[in-house]
């Protein structure tokens, strides 16, 4: 099997006074290397979609495979096994430590392999000045723009080769200029063995994917347009 995800009969409900249904009996394939973009309205249900996958939340109803293993069964320290070697994530508040430089922000990332020091430092040197950020590895969070601040947020998420990306509005906070060209350094993350899913309002960054998945009144649509 080459599907990096496959969800069958997946549902999610909150209750607030009521039932709410976000999402409702999704069925998918996502196949490795795959890069997919995630549509929708606000509140569609988009980043429950994506908490889904990268176990942050628990499905109501259904199943989630990744690589064909059944994943929503499993415990606390699996699912952290999980997130901290094949799944990255990208939010579009970029979640930095503000107490921590560049280059320590993108050195934590890397505690779950439990690489020493020395090889973290410059594992992560390198993956700054891949993402254009050399000369600020010892800067503070709040020394950086906002652009170099989503840099360093890409440089960690992909620190680990990880199998799967996901990104919530990874240029939401970003300038059109800006946001291109993050953009354009994310995507060349993508490999034969990697797929990225990322959630945008951004009809032309959306373009960029392989196909499109549209989340609407809690069901999901495939369209390659």
């Known amino acids: ?9 997946l549902s999610k409900s909150y209750f607030i006074n009521k039932k709410l249904d976000i999402l409702k009996n999704i069925n998918i394939k996502i196949k490795k290397g795959d890069v997919v973009a995630l549509l929708g309205p606000s509140g569609s249900g988009k980043s429950t ?3 889904l996958i990268a176990l942050l939340d628990d499905p109501s109803v259904g199943e989630i495979y990744f690589d064909s293993k059944k994943i929503t069964k499993l415990s606390d320290v699996e699912k952290d096994e999980i997130r901290g070697k094949k799944i990255s994530i990208i939010y579009q508040q970029n979640n930095l ?5 560049a280059l320590e922000n993108v050195e934590i990332a890397m505690m779950a392999n439990k690489k020493n020091l020395n090889e973290s430092t410059l594992l992560a040197k390198r993956m700054l000045n891949k993402v254009g950020l050399s000369h600020r590895c010892n800067h503070f969070p709040s020394d950086l723009s906002g652009g170099e601040q989503q840099r360093v947020a890409i440089a960690r998420a992909l620190i680990n080769d990880p199998e799967l990306i996901l990104a919530d509005e990874p240029t939401g906070n970003l300038d059109r200029s800006n946001s291109n060209d993050i953009f354009n350094l994310f995507l060349k993350s993508k490999s034969k063995n990697r797929s990225i899913i990322y959630a945008t309002h951004n009809r032309q960054l959306a373009n960029k994917a392989d196909y499109k998945l549209s989340i609407i009144d809690g069901n999901v649509k495939r369209s390659n347009e």
Do not use: D, G, P, W
């Open 1 to 9: 099997m080459n599907n990096i995800i496959e969800t069958k009969n």
């Open 49 to 51: 979609f994506l908490h």
């Open 97 to 101: 430590l503000n107490e921590f430089t």
